[in-house]
């Protein structure tokens, strides 16, 4: 199966699957970051992006820089960001938010760019309750299970080699 026809189909199901878990509960557990994360499992499931542990510290470390800077900027109990209007308490939440994240996940050495969109839901105040919090990272759990499940019985491993010894197959 061709890398485009695989990786469209398994993101599409693999959220889905999210969706279905968020009707079921009635949670959020649809967001834009899951998007580029199945995309990047998907389509290009050898590069370090792509591993579970830094798709999962990655999302993580988003939603922590994300709720840190809206308590720096005292926005926690303010209503988001697209019911209020940009203001500078936003854009400086924003900012550090994705500062933030993206230097603690280089020095870590654990490169995830699909947490950037994760930081900015939080740090936007899109998703901000302590509830919802759990929820995304309870999401992003099970998408990386899915996806990465789905890649392993396709015989490749997100985390830099193929699972079979032999000549590397093009995905």
């Known amino acids: 199966m061709r890398t485009g026809t695989y990786a469209g189909l398994v993101s599409a199901i693999v959220l889905a699957c999210a969706g279905v878990v968020g009707l079921v509960l009635h949670q959020p557990w649809l967001f834009p970051s899951l998007g580029p994360t199945l995309m990047v499992m998907t389509e290009t499931p050898r590069q370090p992006a792509a591993r579970p542990r830094n798709v999962i510290v990655g999302h993580a470390v ?3 820089a994300g709720y840190l800077a ?3 900027t005292g926005l926690t109990g303010a209503p ?4 209020t209007g940009v203001n500078w308490q936003f854009v400086l939440a924003a900012a550090l938010a994705l500062g933030l994240t993206s ?3 280089q020095a870590i050495d ?3 760019p699909p947490a950037g969109a994760t930081t900015l839901i939080v ?5 901000n309750k302590p509830g919802e919090l759990g929820v995304i990272l309870l999401a992003v759990v099970l998408v990386t299970a899915g996806a990465s499940a789905v890649n392993r019985l396709r015989g490749v491993r997100n ?4 699972v ?3 000549p590397r197959q093009r995905p």
């Open 110 to 112: 654990m490169p995830h």
């Open 123 to 127: 740090g936007l105040g899109l998703l």
């Open 80 to 83: 988001p960001v697209i019911r």
């Open 164 to 166: 079979e010894q032999g």
């Open 70 to 72: 809206l308590v720096v």
């Open 62 to 64: 988003g939603v922590a």
């Open 103 to 105: 230097f603690v996940l």
């Open 159 to 162: 985390q830099g080699e193929p």
